[in-house]
């Protein structure tokens, strides 16, 4: 992989690049507008909470990937489709798992401007989500009955 290769966005490139640094401006948030974290009880635990199973989600998605995982929206050549376990539930649990410990680290440290960055993340995840399911309808020739049967994002919603 050489410099034109990746500056061409053949695989995606620029939305990791993007993406990587939506998740640091979420991480780094609570230390610009100067909060820390919360001493609320039900905030705390709503918090961590979502943090945890955010985590949790986004990691199960990645191994039940396995040699298919990639930062990168376009498929890897040799992907195989994997519509079980989480992705039973979710077309795009890592998205969805990434946003929900988003939107636990803002309520853990109560910072409006984490919360921001949040929404902006999810729409960003969102198109991202877009453009790699033009990719996997055209790798994937069950993909339109998969999207036809589970949401996007959030179970029964979206």
Not at 3 to 20: H, K, P, S, T
Not at 92 to 119: D, K, R
Not at 129 to 157: N, S
Request: with cysteine; hydrophobic share 50%.
């Amino acid at each position: 992989m050489n410099i034109q290769d990746w500056m061409r966005n053949n695989r995606g490139e620029w939305y990791v690049l993007a993406q990587a640094a939506l998740m640091l401006l979420v991480a780094l948030a609570p230390r610009f507008d100067g909060t820390s974290p919360s001493r609320n009880g039900p905030a705390l635990a709503a918090g961590i909470v979502l943090c945890v199973v955010g985590l949790a989600f986004a990691m199960l998605a990645s191994l039940q990937l396995g040699r298919s995982l990639s930062p990168y929206p376009r498929p890897k050549e040799r992907a195989r489709l994997v519509e079980t376990g989480v992705f039973s539930v979710v077309r795009h649990p890592i998205y969805a798992g990434l946003s929900l410990l988003a939107l636990g680290w803002s309520t853990l440290w109560l910072s409006l401007l984490a919360l921001v960055a949040t929404v902006v993340l999810f729409i960003f995840l969102d198109a991202k989500a877009r453009r790699e399911e033009r990719w996997l309808m055209e790798k994937f020739d069950g993909y339109a009955r998969y999207r036809t049967r589970v949401r996007k994002f959030i179970p029964f919603v979206y």
